[in-house]
Nanobody
Framework: QVQLVESGGGLVQAGGSLRLSCAASGRTFSSYSMGWFRQAPGKEREFVATINRSDGSTFYATSVKGRFAISRDNAKNTVYLQMNSLKPEDTAVYYC?????????????????WGQGTQVTVSS
């Protein structure tokens, strides 16, 4: 069982930056591949970024590639999402997710555990 708690969301102007954090409970954090997803009002939850549990390899949605960076600190049981050059279309609730026993994945159904989400609002 893994519990995930996101933080770091807020209101920022277009072009600004935010860093989201996701703190995980438990002693087996390093065995989970992690992902970030987001959901805007009236839209489906969509993939943003993922990081492998062992070799740290990453994969990004085309819409955020080059602007966002996912990283993890296994000693702190935390995964991060650094978001730069934010745009109004990045406005959404951002969710952290954990996937046990597998590599990084962009598929929502691959993830076993989800956080409650943190709101990111980008003003124009």
């Amino acid at each position: 069982q893994v519990q995930l708690v996101e933080s770091g969301g807020g209101l920022v102007q277009a072009g600004g930056s935010l860093r989201l954090s996701c703190a995980a409970s438990g002693r087996t954090f390093s065995s989970y591949s992690m992902g970030w997803f987001r959901q805007a009002p009236g839209k489906e939850r969509e993939f943003v970024a993922t990081i492998n549990r062992s070799d740290g390899s990453t994969f990004y949605a085309t819409s955020v590639k080059g602007r966002f960076a996912i990283s993890r600190d296994n000693a702190k049981n935390t995964v991060y999402l650094q978001m730069n050059s934010l745009k109004p279309e990045d406005t959404a609730v951002y969710y952290c997710a954990a996937r046990g026993g597998g590599p990084e994945s962009r598929l929502r159904q691959s993830y076993n555990y989800w956080g409650q989400g943190t709101q990111v609002t980008v003003s124009s």
